[in-house]
């Protein structure tokens, strides 16, 4: 069983994986399209979830809802299924590879043998492709890396039950009908509509009021947690924003390069203008992240440099607010 599928390489897996199913399907759709439209530009602080002993911060919608926004928005239909039972939902993956039917699955990352080591940690929400299957091998185009690979029968049952946070359950999903033409120019709007009024939403723990929210804790870290756990809390922002799924300034540029390819299918300049400035919002977090770890790497807990990266993730606040109002003005 193995099906002619094209693999390339994404930036961020979920992205990755509805482009390449919606190549295979016969509609060119680009990553940062699929992650505009979906409204994946999130910051959300969670601190009542916990990951690796330490609250959660994402820079991106919930597992599965990039997907499920773009189908809606563009027209297409798609079928989700989770199993009770590994048998089941092997016979479900396989019963669709004999039909010539490519799926995404969501997976837990820490048993995936592909990924290099310092990669491989108890994170459930990571997506791939199943294209098809040789040898008792299932043939894997997992999108953020280069080249395709393989797993075994046993090992993608362990991803595909990995247990924890977000358990996959054997979640498969994949496209089931399309419209002669996809809704881009309304699927757009949509979509940028929802991330402007979710990143200047009135919740101290949503969007750039959620950014203040985390700078505030920072100043108080090294205090109030000590140390060790001061750090522990430090690593783990800039691991969510530059290991897990692409992150904070990762997602910045694929949504500035959403902007400039939205400005040409709505012929609306501003939008193009207004991707420059993400990129720049971009290229501060990613300062914010280098000048973070080496706070975290030194084991520093002295009091000013926790409140100069504090400062920098108030500023990025800031520049996200008024780039927000900026954008909803512009659509």
């Not at 799926?103 to 080591?117: E, H, M």
């Not at 606040?317 to 927000?324: G, I």
Request: charged share 25%; glycine share 8%; net charge positive.
């Amino acid at each position: 069983m193995q099906i002619e599928f094209t693999h390339k390489q994404s930036a961020h897996c979920e992205n990755g994986v509805v482009s390449n199913l919606m190549r295979h399907n016969g509609f060119e759709v680009s990553e940062p399209m699929v992650f505009g439209i979906g409204s994946g530009l999130l910051f959300c602080y969670i601190p009542f979830l916990k990951v690796n002993h330490a609250p959660v911060v994402t820079y991106r919608a919930m597992p599965g809802l990039i997907f499920n926004r773009f189908a809606k928005r563009v027209g297409i239909k798609i079928k989700r299924e989770k199993f009770s039972s590994p048998e089941t939902a092997k016979a479900r993956l396989d019963e669709n590879l004999q039909k010539n039917n490519p799926v995404g699955l969501q997976v837990g990352v820490y048993n995936l043998l592909y990924f290099p080591d310092e990669y491989r940690f108890h994170f459930n929400a990571h997506n791939l492709v199943v294209y098809g299957k040789e040898n008792g091998n299932y043939l894997i185009s997992d999108p953020v890396m280069e080249q395709v690979t393989t797993l075994t029968e046993k090992q993608l049952e362990k991803v595909r039950f990995a247990k924890g946070a977000f358990a996959p359950k054997g979640h498969i999903y994949y496209p089931t009908s399309f419209p002669k033409e996809l809704e881009l120019k309304s699927a757009i709007i949509k979509g940028i509509k929802q991330t402007c009024r979710e990143m200047t939403a009135p919740v101290p723990i949503v969007g750039y009021k959620g950014i203040k929210t985390i700078s505030k804790l920072i100043r108080k870290w090294p205090k109030k947690k000590g140390a060790k756990a001061a750090n522990h809390y430090l690593g783990q922002i800039v691991r969510m924003q530059e290991e897990i799924g692409t992150g904070g300034g990762g997602f910045r540029y694929i949504y500035a390069a959403f902007l400039q390819e939205a400005s040409q299918v709505l012929g609306n300049p501003k939008l193009k203008e207004l991707s420059k400035e993400m990129t720049k919002i971009g290229d501060d977090w990613r300062d914010f992240a280098v000048n973070a770890s080496r706070i975290y790497k030194n084991r520093s807990a002295q009091d000013d440099a926790y409140n100069k990266v504090a400062d920098e993730l108030e500023a990025i606040a800031d520049s996200e607010a008024a780039f927000f109002k900026k954008l909803k003005k512009a659509i």
